[in-house]
């Protein structure tokens, strides 16, 4: 059984940050490529960044550049998400999630192609 669980989130202000973990069992974790998106109420849910399976590459969604910072432990199974200058339109679910490398290389940003997710962590950022 495939489990990724994430851990970290809670309530910040505006300017502060947080801490975001996924801790993944259930599959070889150095064969996969792990990203996390977020959903916010009324929304879709939307890509905010991603990491190979390596830990040698990364991608993130524009509206977090420079803000945020994915990293993964492989040693642990674990994929973080650290979140700096929070803004309150940072205020979502934070879902952590896992795929196969794409056979092209590169990174897959389209949610329905991640094979597995967790279940979500709350941010709520307030002005």
């Known amino acids: 059984q495939v489990l990724l669980v994430e851990s970290g989130g809670g309530l910040a202000q505006a300017g502060g940050s947080l801490r975001l973990s996924c801790a993944v069992s259930?599959?070889?974790?150095?064969?996969?490529?792990m990203a996390w998106f977020r959903q916010a109420p009324g929304k879709e849910r939307e890509f905010v960044a991603a990491?190979?399976?390596?830990?040698?590459?990364?991608y993130y969604a524009d509206s977090v550049k420079g803000r945020f910072s994915i990293s993964r432990d492989n040693a642990k199974n674990t994929v973080y998400l650290q979140m700096n200058s929070l803004k309150p339109e940072d205020t979502a679910v934070y879902h952590c999630a896992a795929d196969r490398p794409p056979p092209g290389g590169g990174f897959t940003t389209t949610r329905w192609q991640y094979d597995y997710w967790g279940q979500g962590t709350q941010v709520t950022v307030s002005s």
């Open positions: 259930g599959l070889t974790f150095n064969t996969y490529d």
């Open positions: 990491i190979k399976w390596s830990g040698g590459s990364t």
